[in-house]
C-alpha cells in the first residue's frame, strides 16, 4: 500500500541558548546539555521518540547548517534532498531556526516476473521474524514530488501565524523566560504541525 509524502519531526533551536546550573549538574554529558539547550520545541511523528534521536537530528541540521557557512557568511537556510527524505532548515529570525524532516511519497515497487516474486517470498517466511520487510532495498520507489518553495512557504506561515499570536521567539523569550516560550511553542506547534497535510501542495 502506497504510503503520501509526510512530515516526520519539526523542531525549533536556537544555539546561543545555555544550560543552567542544574542541568549541567545533573547532565552524564556535559555536551549533551549544551546541545538539548538549544533546543525549545520538537514534535515527531512517532509518539515515542529517544532523547539521543532528537539530539542526533537536531545535531545534523546545525551541520548541515555549518557546512553551508562554507559558502555563504551568513546562511539562513539548508533544502538537503535524498532518495527517501527531504531536510529543510531556515532562520526566521536571528538566532532562531526552524528544521524540519520530510517523508517522501512510497509505493510498493512493481514486479513483473511471478516466479521471481513467489522466490522472493518464499525467501522472506525464512528471514528471522524481527527483519522488517518494508526497509529492504528494491520494496518501495519513492516519488519526489515535494517542492522546497512550497514547504519552506508552509513553515513561514506557520511562523507568522505563531508571531502574530504571540510575538517573536525572541520577544517571548526576553519577556516570558524559557518555559514560557516552551509552551506557547508546543500549544501552537504541536496542533499546527498534526494537521499539515502534505498532499495539498499550495502554500496557504
Known amino acids: 500500500m502506497a504510503l503520501p509524502s509526510h512530515l516526520t519531526h519539526l523542531a525549533i533551536y536556537n544555539t546561543t541558548l ?29 509518539r515515542t521518540v529517544s532523547r539521543d534521536r532528537m539530539l542526533r537530528q537536531v545535531g545534523l541540521a546545525k551541520a548541515l547548517v555549518n557546512f553551508a557557512g562554507m559558502f555563504h557568511p551568513l546562511p539562513t537556510e539548508t533544502n538537503v ?7 529543510i532548515t531556515f532562520s526566521p529570525e536571528p538566532d532562531w531556526w526552524i528544521h524540519a524532516g520530510f517523508d517522501l511519497e512510497r509505493i510498493p515497487k512493481p514486479v513483473s516476473d511471478k516466479g521471481k516474486t513467489k522466490e522472493k517470498e518464499k525467501k522472506e517466511k525464512e528471514k528471522p521474524p524481527d527483519r ?4 529492504e532495498k528494491g520494496e518501495w520507489e519513492y516519488k519526489d514530488e515535494l517542492d522546497d518553495e512550497v ?26 523566560d524559557r518555559p514560557g516560550l516552551e509552551r506557547a511553542l ?18 496557504f
Not at 549533551?32 to 520538537?42: L, M, P, T
Not at 522488517?132 to 526497509?135: L, N, R, S
Open 81 to 87: 534532498h535524498s532518495q527517501k527524505k527531504r531536510l
Open 186 to 203: 508546543e500549544r501552537f506547534f504541536t496542533v499546527w504541525a498534526s494537521k499539515w497535510d502534505l498532499t495539498t501542495l499550495t502554500p
Open 151 to 176: 514547504l519552506k512557504a508552509r513553515l513561514t506561515r506557520g511562523y507568522e501565524e505563531f508571531k502574530l499570536l504571540h510575538g517573536s521567539f525572541s520577544e517571548i523569550l526576553h519577556t516570558k
Open 18 to 46: 545555555l544550560p543552567t546550573a542544574a542541568q549541567l549538574q545533573s547532565a552524564e554529558d556535559s555536551d549533551d546539555a549544551y546541545e538539548q539547550a538549544h533546543i525549545v520545541f520538537y514534535s515527531c511523528q512517532e
Open 132 to 135: 522488517d520487510k518494508t526497509g
